[in-house]
């Protein structure tokens, strides 16, 4: 824990005994930097992570002030244990849900897509326009797999300081996470093979279960700790599991991340089993709190992970980029079936993503963004608290910018959506989170919307429906 870290826990700790009450002003930091004895960086910093936890509130040239508390809410239960593997079903509704994103009289809080307000939108522009125009000829034609070099490189670098050491000819560049992953288990499955996953789990990999012919067997997630080990060593004792899918940090729909602890446990717990582990980390980058956690594969001395990610849920989510880092062994396969798929990826996107980030923007908009998200996920959290039935039960998430809802058992979300959707409001029902259709009385909401009278308006009319 760093030093700001812990100036931070001390003034929530002084804040929880009322030493500074509700609604007052914390002393600046050149005060609270000379009280405990730090330096005014430290101390800034130390109100930067107390805003983004939702503690303290920046009203400009006045100062911190302390926010009121949230409701103590409970959080969503864990789903049962999977009596066995089962193909995919009722994932028909996805496509209308994210066509909503783009339908200017529906609010939409369903589809994991933040705002372009979340988005370093001017700095990209400015990158395109510069690689447009000093590498147009390039920009016209095809960068086959395994991509641009430039974004190979960059990527490397990346997994370097998240302790994945990774040479460039290991990264191949993709169209999204979500092609990576498929990509991946077409490397290491078959038609009619099982995949564990965690439950409840991304509409998305369900889609691409099914298109390859799998079978999904949930495993219990539990939404403070992550997937169940004593629930995966049971599955993997019974049935063939021939891969196993985890988004390992802030996973989506529930936003928990495993502890390195559980980390290190599950990959541990797949290698005896030899079982081949496709680690999602598109939401790494956006913990709410604190430091970017490590990925599973910073622990991968085998090549038993294949680890996906992409810009989509930090940069754009039009530049389609996508990357994985593949085992040695899968390396030349991984890259003929992503020609296969789609021939290569926008060569400007590869080369504009590269320039960013080797630039630096990266890192400086990190720092921005994830004090926003956090604000935005206490902000819906707090709404949800006050205008939603007193049963409900609301996730904590560590990361990313959703929210989980459990409502009153009687409340059906796959009724809901379409009395919702008639009165212009879009959110994520919960059965298109599993493969069997469970969580009927769960949604997923997205935080990461600009806040107006509309999104207000929304969770009223939502609230009213329940």
Same mark, same amino acid.
């Given at each position: 824990?760093?030093?700001?870290?812990?100036?931070? %826990?001390?003034?929530?700790?002084?804040?929880?005994?009322?030493?500074?009450?509700?609604?007052?002003?914390?002393?600046? !930091?050149?005060?609270?930097?000379?009280?405990?004895?730090?330096?005014?960086?430290?101390?800034? +910093?130390?109100?930067?992570?107390?805003?983004?936890?939702?503690? @303290?509130?920046?009203?400009?040239?006045?100062?911190?002030?302390? $926010?009121?508390?949230? #409701?103590?809410?409970?959080?969503?239960? &864990?789903?049962?244990?999977?009596?066995?593997?089962?193909?995919?079903?009722?994932?028909?509704?996805?496509?209308?849900?994210?066509?909503?994103?783009?339908?200017?009289?529906? &609010?939409?809080?369903?589809?994991?897509?933040?705002?372009?307000?979340?988005?370093?939108?001017?700095?990209?522009?400015?990158?395109?326009?510069?690689?447009?125009?000093?590498?147009?000829?390039?920009?016209? /034609? *095809?960068?086959?797999?395994? /991509?641009?070099?430039?974004?190979?490189?960059?990527?490397?670098?990346?997994?370097?300081?998240?302790? $994945?050491?990774?040479?460039?000819?290991?990264?191949?560049?993709?169209?999204?996470?979500?092609?990576?992953?498929?990509?991946?288990?077409?490397?290491?499955?078959?038609?009619?093979?099982?995949?564990?996953?965690?439950?409840?789990?991304?509409?998305?990999? @369900?889609?691409?279960?099914?298109?390859?012919?799998?079978?999904?067997?949930?495993?219990?997630?539990?939404?403070?700790?992550?997937?169940?080990?004593?629930?995966?060593? @049971?599955?993997? =004792?019974?049935?063939?599991?021939?891969?196993?899918?985890?988004?390992?940090?802030?996973?989506?729909?529930?936003?928990?991340?495993?502890?390195? =602890?559980?980390?290190?446990?599950?990959?541990?717990?797949?290698?005896?089993?030899?079982?081949?582990?496709?680690?999602?980390?598109?939401?790494? %980058?956006?913990? @709410?709190?604190?430091?970017?956690?490590?990925?599973?594969?910073?622990?991968?001395?085998?090549?038993?992970?294949? *680890?996906?990610?992409?810009?989509?849920?930090?940069?754009?989510?039009?530049?389609?980029?996508?990357?994985?880092?593949?085992?040695?062994?899968?390396?030349?396969?991984?890259?003929?079936?992503?020609?296969?798929?789609? !021939?290569?990826?926008?060569?400007?996107?590869?080369?504009?993503?590269?320039?960013?980030?080797?630039?630096?923007?990266?890192?400086?908009?990190?720092?921005?963004?994830?004090?926003?998200?956090?604000?935005?996920?206490?902000?819906?959290?707090?709404? &949800?608290?006050?205008?939603?039935?007193?049963?409900?039960?609301?996730?904590?998430?560590?990361?990313?910018?959703?929210?989980?809802?459990?409502?009153?058992?009687?409340? %059906?979300?796959?009724?809901?959506? =379409?009395?919702?959707?008639?009165?212009?409001?879009?959110?994520?029902? /919960?059965?298109?989170?599993?493969?069997? /259709?469970?969580?009927? +009385?769960?949604?997923?909401? +997205?935080? #990461? !919307?600009?806040?107006?009278?509309?999104?207000?308006?929304?969770?009223?009319?939502?609230?009213?429906?329940?």
């Amino acid at each position: 824990m760093t030093l700001y870290q812990r100036l931070a %826990d001390t003034l929530q700790e002084l804040i929880r005994e009322q030493a500074y009450p509700v609604g007052s002003r914390l002393p600046g !930091v050149r005060m609270l930097a000379a009280q405990h004895q730090v330096s005014v960086s430290t101390a800034v +910093n130390a109100c930067r992570e107390l805003e983004q936890r939702g503690v @303290l509130e920046a009203r400009s040239r006045s100062g911190y002030y302390v $926010c009121p508390p949230l #409701a103590e809410l409970e959080p969503p239960r &864990v789903a049962r244990a999977s009596r066995r593997p089962r193909r995919i079903t009722g994932q028909e509704r996805v496509l209308q849900i994210l066509q909503n994103v783009n339908n200017p009289a529906i &609010v939409n809080l369903g589809a994991a897509v933040p705002a372009p307000e979340y988005m370093p939108v001017a700095t990209m522009e400015k990158v395109f326009h510069g690689v447009l125009r000093e590498q147009r000829r390039r920009c016209v /034609g *095809y960068e086959f797999p395994p /991509g641009a070099p430039e974004l190979c490189t960059q990527i490397a670098r990346r997994m370097a300081a998240l302790q $994945c050491p990774t040479r460039p000819e290991q990264v191949l560049v993709t169209n999204s996470c979500q092609e990576s992953v498929a990509i991946a288990l077409k490397l290491v499955t078959q038609p009619g093979d099982t995949v564990a996953i965690e439950s409840p789990t991304y509409y998305g990999l @369900l889609q691409v279960i099914e298109s390859l012919g799998l079978k999904a067997l949930e495993i219990p997630t539990d939404p403070e700790t992550g997937i169940s080990l004593d629930a995966l060593t @049971l599955a993997l =004792e019974r049935w063939k599991v021939s891969a196993c899918v985890v988004v390992s940090n802030f996973s989506n729909p529930l936003g928990v991340c495993l502890s390195d =602890e559980r980390k290190q446990a599950l990959l541990a717990l797949l290698a005896r089993h030899r079982v081949p582990l496709v680690e999602d980390d598109i939401y790494g %980058d956006l913990p @709410l709190t604190g430091r970017r956690p490590r990925p599973i594969k910073s622990w991968d001395s085998t090549g038993q992970v294949f *680890y996906c990610s992409s810009s989509s849920k930090t940069l754009s989510a039009g530049l389609r980029v996508g990357w994985m880092v593949t085992p040695d062994a899968y390396t030349e396969k991984a890259r003929y079936l992503q020609f296969i798929n789609t !021939v290569s990826v926008s060569t400007p996107s590869q080369l504009a993503l590269a320039r960013y980030l080797e630039r630096g923007h990266y890192d400086r908009y990190l720092r921005q963004v994830c004090g926003e998200h956090a604000r935005s996920v206490a902000r819906m959290t707090e709404r &949800v608290t006050q205008l939603f039935p007193a049963e409900t039960r609301v996730s904590r998430p560590a990361g990313g910018f959703v929210l989980w809802l459990e409502l009153p058992g009687d409340i %059906d979300t796959s009724e809901l959506i =379409e009395q919702a959707q008639e009165q212009g409001v879009s959110f994520a029902p /919960g059965a298109l989170f599993s493969a069997t /259709g469970k969580f009927t +009385n769960c949604l997923r909401l +997205n935080c #990461a !919307v600009k806040w107006d009278n509309r999104v207000e308006q929304a969770l009223i009319t939502l609230s009213r429906l329940c």
